[in-house]
């Protein structure tokens, strides 16, 4: 039986071996991505604080930040909070100064043994931030974090359908992580911090940028897409291996034509 997995860390993975019929999603952190979009967003950054849970699971994360933002070079003055307690964490960012930013990793659990679902401790923290926060993690999006390069679970779960399905065919398909790291941000917190989003890496997606209706779900001209699903329906690719493109003259619009809805009301 074909097996994929998601979300592993190479590392953490160690020497174990993939066999015939195994494959899958590789997890890929861009901390060094994040803190680049930080400084396109605000250059005159001279320090940034690298926060992150106290899992086992998190400590992985912890580790890819340090291997990633050390080293000669770096503009940045780097400091950590590794496996805090969430009031260390909220009096620490309360205290930052200007010219300081808060890089946000997985904070499931703190020192004490107290688990947080993850927009609830984004939300805790950039809401006593003094200075802006940005995140690995799609799922502080929304939460009062600036936004950043995130790694995102939704383009993971579309990856792994897509190596499942060639598995089934008999094919062995290389794990990677192609398509999974995505340049997103809140417009909200743009404007809260007064930060140009004229600035922001090519390809990013703004969200909550304008206030909508519920009709523009199936109105929308535009779907989000992977790669090789506009590849599938016949629209145009998106840049960076997922992204908004336009129906065109598809024949589809909105939701309602969307596989998951006409396979519900079939």
Do not use: C
């Not at 070079?73 to 200007?98: H, K, N, Q, W």
């Not at 329906?233 to 006409?262: F, K, N, T």
């Amino acid at each position: 039986m074909p097996i994929v997995f998601g979300g592993v860390d190479r590392s953490a993975a160690g020497d174990i071996g993939l066999g015939e019929g195994i494959s899958g999603v590789w997890l890929s952190v861009d901390w060094a991505g994040t803190l680049d979009a930080a400084l396109r967003l605000q250059p005159r950054i001279e320090r940034a604080l690298v926060v992150t849970g106290a899992s086992s699971a998190m400590r992985v994360w912890a580790e890819a930040a340090r291997s990633q933002l050390e080293g000669p070079g770096r503009p940045v003055a780097i400091t950590y909070m590794s496996a805090p307690t969430m009031e260390d964490v909220l009096a620490r960012v309360a205290a930052l100064s200007p010219g300081t930013v808060v890089l946000l990793g997985p904070f499931g659990r703190d020192a004490t043994g107290r688990d947080f679902r993850t927009p609830e401790a984004g939300a805790r923290i950039a809401k006593a931030s003094a200075v802006p926060v940005y995140t690995v993690i799609d799922g502080n999006i929304g939460s009062g974090v600036v936004g950043g390069r995130v790694v995102s679970f939704e383009a993971h779960g579309s990856r792994q359908a897509e190596i499942g399905a060639r598995l089934l065919r008999g094919e062995q398909p290389a794990s990677d992580e192609t398509g999974t790291n995505v340049y997103r941000f809140d417009a909200r917190q743009l404007q809260r911090w007064n930060l140009d989003a004229g600035r922001l890496p090519l390809g990013s997606l703004v969200v909550f940028d304008e206030p909508s209706s519920y009709l523009d779900l199936f109105l929308s001209p535009e779907t989000y897409v992977t790669a090789s699903l506009a590849d599938h329906y016949g629209l145009p690719a998106p840049q960076g291996g997922e992204g908004w493109v336009s129906y065109g003259s598809s024949g589809r619009g909105g939701i309602l034509s969307h596989g998951s809805v006409l396979a519900a009301w079939r």
